[in-house]
Nanobody, 121 residues
């Protein structure tokens, strides 16, 4: 089970840190990712991190502004979001995969319920 938290309302240029806590004791063996979905749009890849944290992958739309990290001792993955823009407004989901760190949502087997991020202009 994956549970996201940390969403909210922020002004453009502000920051938020999302957390995704996993109940699975084998969390450290999963690659993790963050996706987002705005109303009427398809789910979009944001960032991914390998099981050990040594590899990260970012979408061009968030590169340089968002940072994905993980703490395997706490079974938690984070998404630090800086310099937020109104177009970042979406429901943010974390996802887990045993073998994949790419951008295709279909290759992630486990998903959280999402947390809303709203950026006002």
């Amino acid at each position: 089970q994956l549970v996201e938290s940390g969403g909210g309302l922020v002004q453009a240029g502000g920051s938020l840190r999302l957390s995704c806590a996993a109940s699975e004791r084998t969390f450290s063996s999963y690659n993790m990712a963050w996706f987002r979905q705005a109303p009427g749009q398809e789910r979009e890849f944001g960032a991914a991190i390998s099981w050990g944290g040594g590899f990260t992958n970012y979408a061009d739309s968030v590169k340089g502004r968002f940072t994905i990290s993980r703490d395997n001792a706490k079974n938690t993955v984070y998404l630090q979001m800086n310099n937020l823009k109104p177009e970042d407004t979406a429901v943010y989901y974390c996802a887990a995969s045993t073998q994949y760190t790419g951008s295709r949502a279909a290759l992630y087997a486990y998903w959280g319920q999402g947390t809303q991020v709203t950026v006002s202009s």
